[in-house]
């Protein structure tokens, strides 16, 4: 068995897809002093990355948190490619690539077969199975979930999800990993959602019922949990953030994990993914933007 490289060692991380999760976490790892491989299938999207990080730094230096030297030595971090064979200069590997099971499974083995034998691959689902991910791929003791929060610059928490093989070498590195780039690590083991969502998604499920069988409005849905139990946001704005399609995804992951209807997404919410109101990336959800 070939031992997963320590923490210490790890120099240049690929990251697999550059969309709103996966730029989010190439500027982590760039800022945190990391080379990073950011891999897509088509240059548009890896442009459309580095500009976003771009602006995100660009905030950054408006708020007097990095300077402009500091920002062109982090995107000069930032090697795009759409060739994955690129992959395999990386020291460890993130994907994170749309919340679909059929395209996660043919990323994951697609890097697999090019990283180096004992580099971790790690994925950032934030509710699909860590094990039988893993199963997919020649690495399943080097295999392990790794669940960033959105905006992944301004989220502390990484839920850190240990499949049944990953081993203890695998979680201690990427645990101290997370420690190396300023955030809070919190390890869990594989069940449906994770803890993450299987305790949110059922949350904003059950609000959109409310919404639905004309309980309240959505402006008085979210009121209510602001004000009554002090979240910063209610759950169908958070939902908007999101995305809709997102939300009924993982419903329908922890339906079939569980096995129990009570996990079925909400009608609301399946008719505002099939009429294209996906939240705030399509600019209407439960509130217009």
Same mark, same amino acid.
């Given at each position: ?8 060692? @790890? ?9 709103? !999760? ?8 760039? *800022? %945190? ?5 950011? +891999? ?11 500009? /976003? ?5 660009? *905030? ?13 030595? /982090? =995107? %000069? +971090? ?21 919340? &679909?099971?059929?395209?996660?499974? +043919?990323?994951?083995? &697609? ?25 997919? /791929? ?6 392990? #979930? ?26 201690? /590195?990427?645990?101290? $990993?997370?420690?190396? =780039?300023?955030?809070?690590?919190? #390890? ?12 949110? !998604?059922?949350? @904003? ?10 309980? %309240? ?36 992951? $922890?339906? =079939? ?22 939240? *705030?990336?399509? #600019? ?6």
């Amino acid at each position: 068995m070939i031992a997963s490289m320590s923490a210490d060692g @790890i120099k240049t991380v690929a990251v697999l897809g550059a969309g709103t !999760m996966g730029n989010g976490v190439a500027q982590v790892f760039a *800022r %945190a002093g990391y080379g990073v491989i950011l +891999r897509d299938v088509e240059q548009r999207f890896l442009d459309r990355g580095i500009e /976003t990080i771009s602006k995100n730094l660009d *905030r950054e230096i408006k708020k007097e948190k990095m300077t402009a030297a500091e920002k062109a030595t /982090t =995107l %000069a +971090r930032l090697h795009p490619t759409t060739d994955m064979a690129a992959l395999a200069a990386a020291d460890f590997a993130v994907e994170a690539v749309p919340e &679909q099971i059929e395209l996660k499974t +043919r990323v994951l083995k &697609q890097g697999d077969a090019i990283l180096r034998p004992g580099v971790i691959l790690a994925s950032n689902t934030s509710s699909i199975s860590i094990s039988k991910l893993a199963a997919e /791929t020649s690495r399943a003791d080097k295999f392990i #979930g790794m669940h960033f929060f959105n905006p992944v610059p301004v989220m502390a928490l990484v839920e850190v999800i240990r499949g049944r093989a990953t081993s203890e070498d695998t979680f201690a /590195t990427t645990m101290a $990993l997370c420690g190396k =780039l300023g955030k809070k690590p919190v #390890g869990v083991n594989d069940r449906p959602g994770f803890v993450s969502n299987r305790v949110l !998604m059922p949350m @904003i499920n059950e609000a959109a019922y409310a919404v639905m069988e004309g309980v %309240a409005t959505p402006e008085a849905v979210d009121a209510v949990m602001k004000l009554g139990m002090n979240h910063p946001m209610g759950p169908l704005e958070l939902a908007d953030l999101i995305g809709l399609d997102v939300c009924v995804d993982i419903m329908e992951v $922890l339906r =079939l994990g569980f096995g129990d209807e009570k996990y079925a997404a909400c009608p609301l919410l399946k008719q505002h993914v099939a009429a294209g109101r996906l939240g *705030r990336k399509s #600019g209407q959800g439960f509130y217009k933007y």
